[in-house]
């Protein structure tokens, strides 16, 4: 569980560096699909992870929209903000709550119930999956996509 | 580990349902980024799946091409026939295999060792991120992709 996380914090600062050297119109404008941006799925990203895992310890949630955060100083000031809380729920991760239930009702009134190893999962795949989309809207811009292999990377302990 | 796999087979599967409605040419034509195009991504997983489960355990790779594959049911008639040993190999797998290592010569000469718990979630990230790629293509195609959703898949033991 810690690798993917893990793995996935790399591939994010690599994304931040990546962004450095594009023009901020590119980063921002408006493209097809996923949240439709590459900065905004950074922040996407950042959002989705925290607040997971601050759900999951019955903590608020984050509510605040990306037009406060567009720019890449300001995702980051924000991961960097969340990553602190995020890393301690990860370092302390115990498969003894793998099955432990996290019950919400869906806005349709539905009420749904995952265990917190599908959660954690979730989150995993969740990044992943957004940044294939980054992979592409690269090309987009005429760079090369930051390497999404996780072998390589140093990660197994 | 074993849910990641899961998880990667159902999106699999959803996927290939989804090709069902799309004309051919539009799964072939080639798209700019990835593997360049959308059959091709689906072919592209599953060779690396099970090229992977296949060097973990010494056996041959697989080195056809793509152009040999080239239609929706090609592409889930190979898929058919690697599952079993992918299956196999993922439901036996142990956390005491998690430090075994994999050594491999690249083809600059630099000789690697990744550890088979990288590998297993290097494949695992890999159909991910592919994947994503996938949902921005469906934009181009004018159809909705599938879910990348791992909560509500059932998916917990």
Request: with cysteine; charged share 30%.
């Amino acid at each position: 569980m810690k690798m993917l996380f893990e793995y996935n914090w790399q591939v994010r600062n690599d994304w931040y560096r990546w962004c450095e050297d594009v023009p901020e119109e590119e980063l921002l404008k408006v493209r097809t699909g996923g949240v439709g941006g590459i900065l905004n799925t950074l922040f996407h990203i950042v959002d989705v992870e925290w607040s997971w895992i601050r759900a999951m310890q019955g903590k608020s949630d984050f509510q605040e929209k990306f037009e406060g955060y567009s720019s890449l100083s300001k995702v980051r000031a924000l991961d960097a903000a969340f990553k602190e809380e995020v890393l301690a729920f990860v370092e302390t991760w115990d498969p003894s709550l793998e099955d432990r239930l996290f019950k919400e009702q869906l806005e349709d009134g539905r009420d749904v119930v995952d265990s917190w190893g599908e959660i954690m999962r979730h989150v995993i795949a969740h990044e992943i999956h957004h940044v294939g989309q980054l992979s592409l809207w690269a090309r987009e811009v005429g760079k090369k996509p930051v390497s999404a292999n996780l072998i390589g990377r140093g990660l197994r302990g």
